[in-house]
């Protein structure tokens, strides 16, 4: 594995291991039946998510530029795989990125705000639930999209070796 590589796929776990613990309360809201016990949990974690201390957030936003940076550096060697993998891999990237700007930020301030309705908070907290999953979803298709790259690339070497052997008899 190149350090470009591991520059990808270091962030997107990392993310997807912060969004499967999310998922623990983001199911119940989804397709549960919402009970006040659910909607009190889910208050209370994603207060505590919210008030995480500034470190925490320069962490999590500093891993979103690596993995960027990670995606246009392997795009960078631009041959088909690298189009076709790593292009599509950025641009869900992107995706996931616009998703967290424009919906789980904003909604996570409208799930602490004492000075919102109960209803629509816990209204923005089911947005909320449900950006996380879409964001997972990206998340999983960027590493299945960096797996098939890896096998392509094996079995084109395969391929590459079984053809100069053939060459050489």
């Known amino acids: 594995m190149s350090f470009r590589q ?12 912060i969004l499967f613990i999310c998922f623990n309360v983001d199911w119940r809201l989804l397709w549960g039946e919402l ?8 208050f209370q974690f994603y207060t505590i ?5 500034p470190a925490i957030k320069a962490l999590l936003h500093g891993l979103m530029g690596v993995g960027m940076l ?3 550096s392997k795009l ?4 088909d795989s690298a189009m076709f ?3 599509t891999s950025l641009g869900i990237y992107v995706f996931g990125m616009a998703v967290y700007i424009t919906v789980i930020v904003p909604m996570l301030g409208t799930t602490v705000a004492a000075s919102v309705t109960e209803s629509d908070r ?3 907290m089911r947005v909320l639930s449900a950006a996380n999953v879409i964001v997972v979803i990206c998340l999983g298709a960027i590493l299945t999209l960096q797996a098939g790259q890896v096998y392509v690339n094996r079995t084109v070497l395969k391929e590459q ?3 100069a052997t053939k060459k050489l008899q």
Not at 49 to 53: D, L, V
Not at 76 to 79: L, V
């Open 6 to 17: 591991a520059a990808v796929l270091s962030p997107v776990s990392f993310f997807l291991g």
């Open 35 to 42: 009970s006040q016990e659910d909607i009190k949990d889910g």
């Open 49 to 53: 998510f919210y008030s995480a201390p």
């Open 70 to 72: 990670g995606l246009v």
């Open 76 to 79: 960078h060697k631009w041959d």
């Open 85 to 87: 993998f790593d292009g």
């Open 122 to 124: 816990i209204e923005a």
């Open 161 to 163: 070796k079984v053809s």
